[in-house]
Every structure is written in structure tokens, then in C-alpha cells.
């Protein structure tokens, strides 16, 4: 069974730009989750979505936002960047909302200039 | 709300066993997970205990749970060189948010 897939693996982008992140789940499952992680904050959570609807959302500003589809694809946007937001970005999926345990990709690399 | 502590570095022998440790605030807690990061790479799901058990083994691993204390330990047997890596201690509140230890760096001497 593959794994969660990231796409792009990393990214460069100059402040001001917005970026879009993909994240493909593992087959069946259909809740994502979204996490930033620095290295002086650690994991932060973003967002989780289920069933296309946000169901949970974490302490970012509203330049961070995502969606997912119906076959539980998700994406997730920044815009107008800011070199703060240089992080790696991992997106994990679970079976369902609530107890299931996280399976993460391997992260998107922002790099913000 | 539910806070996640873990020491930020381990340093063992290889060949000896490591024990990492984690505490936790919210004692209705259900769910409590280990997770593994390697450099460059996602958090890998090593294991995960429900709260109404004590203890829990899988091959090299032993996860021990002290509910009382609120204290959550992950014995790794025989630590070779590839079980370099991050650490991560996460607890399910009661609001099945997943809270988040800093991870403990575990660093193998030869």
C-alpha cells in the first residue's frame, strides 16, 4: 500500500509569493491533517479535514488555508509569504477523525527569501 | 489544556537498551503514540498504546504506561546505529486533539 505522498519535495519561493502544497493520503483513508514544523517551535498543527470539510483548525494567521477533494487529496496554500514560514510542512492522513493514529509523508521544504 | 514533556536529548551505547521518557497533564488521555523522524524525512509511526493498558511489545520495542503518574516510557532493546533519530511522544486529549511532545533526540555512541 503506498504511503502518504508530497508534492513538490521543496520549494523556493520569495516573500511576498504564495505557494500551494499537494498531499495524497493512503488509500482509504479519508481524514488529513496538516502540520508545520520549525526548528524553534517544533510540530505545530495547521489544519485537519475530513469528508471535505474543515474540521479542525490550529493558531495560524488566515494566509494559511487549505481544501480537500473528494477522493481526499488535499492541498494547502500560504499566501503572501513571509520568511517565517520557511519550515517543512508534513501532511499526515488517518482512517477516520477522532482516534485513528497519523501516518505522515515525508514534508514539503519551504524555503522563503 | 493537555501538555506533552520529553527530555530533548538520549545518549546510549549501542548495544544497550534506551528508555525515553514522557509525561502528560490530562489524565483522561486515550490514546498515546510514539513516533520516529529521521533527518529529511515525515514522523514514523512506531507505536501506540490505548490508556487502558499497561504495557505493550513489539519486537525490540516496549512501551510502558504509568497512568497514575501520567508518565509514558519507550524501551528500545539492543539500540543499534539506524535507531538514530527524533523521537516523539503524542497523547490524544479528550477532545481527540493530538498534543505533542519537543521530541527527544537520541544520539548512539559507539
Known amino acids: 500500500k503506498a504511503g502518504v505522498t508530497q508534492t513538490p519535495r521543496y520549494l523556493i519561493k520569495t516573500r511576498g509569493q504564495q505557494v500551494t502544497l499537494s498531499c495524497s493520503p493512503i488509500?482509504?483513508?479519508?481524514?488529513v491533517s496538516w502540520y508545520q514544523q520549525t526548528p524553534g517551535q517544533g510540530l505545530q498543527f495547521l489544519f485537519e479535514y475530513f469528508s471535505e470539510t474543515q474540521r479542525n483548525k490550529g493558531n495560524f494567521p488566515g494566509r494559511f488555508s487549505g481544501r480537500q477533494f473528494s477522493n481526499s487529496r488535499s492541498e494547502m496554500n500560504v499566501s503572501t509569504l513571509e520568511l517565517g514560514d520557511s519550515a517543512l510542512y508534513l501532511c499526515?492522513?488517518?482512517?477516520?477523525?477522532?482516534?485513528?493514529?497519523?501516518?505522515f509523508g515525508n514534508g514539503t521544504r519551504l524555503t522563503v527569501t | 489544556g493537555e501538555d506533552v514533556e520529553q527530555s530533548l536529548f538520549l545518549s546510549v551505547r549501542e548495544g544497550d537498551s534506551s528508555v525515553i521518557n514522557c509525561t502528560y497533564t490530562?489524565?483522561?488521555?486515550?490514546?498515546l503514540y510514539w513516533y520516529k523522524q529521521e533527518p529529511g524525512a515525515g514522523l514514523q509511526l512506531l507505536t501506540y498504546?490505548?490508556?487502558n493498558m499497561d504495557m505493550k511489545q513489539d519486537q525490540r520495542l516496549t512501551v510502558l504506561l504509568n497512568k497514575k503518574d501520567k508518565h509514558l516510557s519507550l524501551r528500545i532493546a539492543d539500540t543499534q546505529t539506524g535507531d538514530s533519530a527524533i523521537y516523539f511522544c503524542a497523547a490524544r486529549d479528550s477532545n481527540y486533539q493530538l498534543i505533542w511532545g519537543a521530541g527527544t533526540k537520541l544520539i548512539i555512541k559507539p
Open positions: 498504546i490505548f490508556s
Open positions: 490530562d489524565s483522561s488521555s486515550t490514546y
Open positions: 499526515a492522513s488517518s482512517k477516520r477523525q477522532g482516534d485513528s493514529p497519523l501516518h
Open positions: 488509500s482509504g483513508h479519508r481524514s
